[in-house]
């Protein structure tokens, strides 16, 4: 039973970062990710050591930011339904730099897809597409700015893409010198309808491009 669950055959399988980033004047960044993970996206019985524990979560941290490393991280929740963790991460090293501008990414885009594969090379398809079960993901980071700094490249925001399959959504916005970054991914059935896939696929490839993943920043 617990490994039926675990591999999302019961239920929704639902992916949850959300948290917190500062950019100081040097350009380095320092924050905390809240990390929320059920059904497909970990598997319980691979989990029985501080080990595995702390590599699912650096793995989950590099889904949704590049070149951060881990300072600390916690296990709040380790069940046969539930995994939930906090990590305290900071970059590498001062942000990369092109030019002037500092450089952060998140990620490669859409977190679910280190888990659940999808044939997003060719948008028509002659046979439906199988993908296992109900997906959530929900990535949602703000990343605070010194105050004499300003975003001159932000990730861009998309139309939602929706369906009966589902809804595709990112929405970047701007308050002060706090940039908010939500990316919202939901697929409702374990089959996605031939004639329906190009919508999604068209939405996922462009949330792996680095014009909806990259925030350059600077004086």
Request: hydrophobic share 40%.
């Given at each position: 039973d617990t490994y039926l669950y675990a591999r999302g055959e019961q239920g929704a399988s639902d992916l949850s970062i959300v948290g917190k980033i500062a950019v100081d004047d040097a350009g380095k960044a320092t924050g905390e990710l809240r990390i929320r993970l059920t059904g497909a996206f970990y598997d319980p019985t691979e989990l029985e050591t501080a080990g595995a524990q702390g590599a699912l979560i650096k793995k989950m941290v590099g889904r949704v930011l590049s070149d951060f490393a881990i300072e600390s991280h916690s296990v709040v929740t380790l069940s046969d339904f539930e995994f939930k963790a906090t990590a305290n991460v900071r970059s590498a090293d001062a942000l990369k730099k092109y030019g002037k501008l500092h450089l952060l990414r998140f990620g490669d885009g859409p977190a679910f897809l280190d888990a659940i594969h999808l044939p997003l090379t060719r948008e028509q398809r002659t046979s439906d597409v199988y993908v296992g079960g109900e997906i959530r993901e929900r990535v949602n980071l703000s990343v605070e700015l010194p105050e004499d700094w300003r975003a001159s490249i932000s990730p861009a925001s998309i139309p939602a893409a929706e369906g009966k399959w589902g809804r595709?959504?990112?929405?970047?916005?701007?308050?002060?010198?706090?940039?908010?970054?939500?990316?919202?991914?939901?697929?409702?059935?374990?089959t996605i309808p031939a004639n329906a896939f190009?919508?999604?696929?068209?939405?996922?490839?462009?949330?792996?491009?680095?014009?909806?993943?990259?925030?350059?920043?600077?004086?």
């Open positions: 595709v959504s990112q929405d970047v916005t701007r308050d002060g010198q706090t940039l908010r970054f939500d990316r919202a991914i939901t697929i409702v059935s374990e190009a919508k999604l696929s068209r939405a996922i490839n462009a949330l792996r491009t680095p014009r909806h993943l990259v925030l350059a920043c600077g004086e």
